[in-house]
């Protein structure tokens, strides 16, 4: 066991999830365990909170109150969108040294990965004893060596359960509709859509994602075959999804650029105007919607998937025993076994960082406009039970003045 005595630095970074804060109070619950540690702090707003010695000392939150703020959707100790280069984590360093932190857990995606890589080589250089450990933590499920991503089970939930409910309104009053789903780079979190369907007209009849190029040819033709074929179109699209030269189809829309200078994709609802005005000039199709889900995906109160939120405090637990018990760096991943279950390992900070998946190509169908079994089979168990959908089941009566 290790007997490096200090205190425990924890922070969130990045878009918030509905189970960041299990993970955050499994770390906080754990580390407290060992005599070794001396307190334990929490910073606000993330790597900001960091450099601007802004900290809370968990060490005296009651776990009553800890274990409601894991129920808790969003990031109980706030977020930034701060991108640290090699001088922002000089900073970070120097405030852990001053702190006598001896052990820095960073919640977030692949960004935060690269955080922890270079605040851990800038303790390495200067000799100074840090252990460093990145919790995995998104809805785009695009972080490199792991299964799946912690938050990605309840995003996703949300997404089948919106779209299943976007079907239910759509058979009643059919027409075209679409729903633009957040998802840059992977398209894991729109095709989660596919949950919805459980009879065979039911929809999303079209799922669109970043991974394959569409035209708008293609996508009038696919919206008509579906409408032809049942009266009505369901569609899921990414709001990264690119046109044949690669670029994403809604940044030739928008100007606004985030925190880190890239282009917002669905923020205006420019990109489902734009997918139903061609549907509307390519077709005689009249009703046609368009929703961008937006925010919504991320921290939805009441909508979480019971593996994930057990996942998401696994890992944050995880991540105190590597670095307190076993004295290792590195970023909490997850191994599928059997089917279905999880083991835990330690990857190395470098495999991590900066670069991100895509959803693989046996996940998506040759026609690029909807997804395979073998996706389905990968995010059932993510996202556990959906309500159950019935349909009136009643002979129809005969007709009398309206008989052909």
Known sequence: MSTLQGKVLVAQGGGPTAVINQSLIGVVLESRKFPQVTRVYG?????SGIVNEDFLDLTEATTHNLEAVAQTPSSGMLSTRDKPDVEYCKKIFEVCR????????????NDSADTCRIVNEE?????????????????????????HCPGYGSAAKFVAQAFAGVNLDNRALPGVYIGVVMGRHAGFLTAASCLAKQYPDDGPHLIYLPERPLTKEKFVADVQAQYNQFGRCIVAASEGIVGPSGKAIAAEFSGEKDAHG????????????????WVKEGTNIKRVRADTLGYLQRSFLGCVSEVDQFEAREVGEKAAQYAIWHSRDGSVSIRRIGDYAV???????????????????AFINAEGNHVTEAFKNYVRPLV??????KRISAPRVEKILNKK
């Open 262 to 277: 890239n282009v917002q994709l669905s923020g205006t609802g420019a990109l489902g105007d734009l997918l139903s005005s």
């Open 343 to 361: 083991e835990y390992f330690l990857a190395d900070l470098k495999d991590v960082a900066r670069e991100s998946v895509c959803m693989p190509d």
């Open 123 to 147: 303790s390495d250089k200067a000799g100074y004893e840090l252990r460093v450990i990145h919790i995995p933590k998104t809805i785009d499920n695009d972080l490199k060596v792991t299964d």
């Open 43 to 47: 910073a606000l707003h993330g790597v």
């Open 98 to 109: 001053a702190h006598d932190v001896r052990y820095f857990f960073y919640i977030g995606g």
């Open 384 to 389: 556990g039970d959906l309500p159950i959908m």
